[in-house]
């Protein structure tokens, strides 16, 4: 893990191991053995990670274990969702995005294989970031 230092680098750790299991594998398979896959290239780069993590939910201050889990967890920082379908739909963002907010992450990642080129396939979602940030008013000092 030393050699991943921020969560930039990890992330872009995490599309690096994806985009080499496309390039090899290609398009076509189920998201369980690209998830396998991938688990495998992130071993080999070294970078930790946990697949499959439960995630209850809290409710009324009582947790629950609603069957929930994470595909894979990067390095207890960034969490990765798995697809293999024939288009990226705005339920599997929200799906993502609401699995961070659940568990506290603030970096996701939406892979998924089932497109030619991996690159048209991936989302990276950052909680606390507006899409489409407003200008700040000038300062009196530019005036």
Request: glycine share 8%; charged share 25%.
């Amino acid at each position: 893990m030393d050699q991943y230092k921020d969560i930039n680098e990890i992330t872009q750790a995490i599309i690096g191991a994806a985009i080499e299991v496309h390039r090899v594998l290609g398009p076509g398979l189920l998201e369980s053995a690209y998830e396998e896959c991938t688990c495998r290239e992130l071993a080999l780069r070294g970078l930790p990670y946990e697949r499959q993590v439960e995630l209850p939910v809290e409710y009324k201050g009582v947790r629950l274990d609603c069957g929930y889990r994470l595909d894979l967890v990067g390095a207890k920082l960034v969490v990765v969702e798995f697809k293999a379908v024939d288009k990226l739909l705005p339920i599997h963002e929200a799906q993502l995005l609401t699995y961070m907010r659940l568990g506290g992450w603030k970096v996701g990642l939406l892979i998924n294989f089932n497109v030619p080129y991996l690159k048209q396939g991936i989302r990276r979602r950052v909680l606390g970031l507006e899409e489409n940030p407003k200008p700040s008013a000038p300062s009196a000092s530019l005036r």
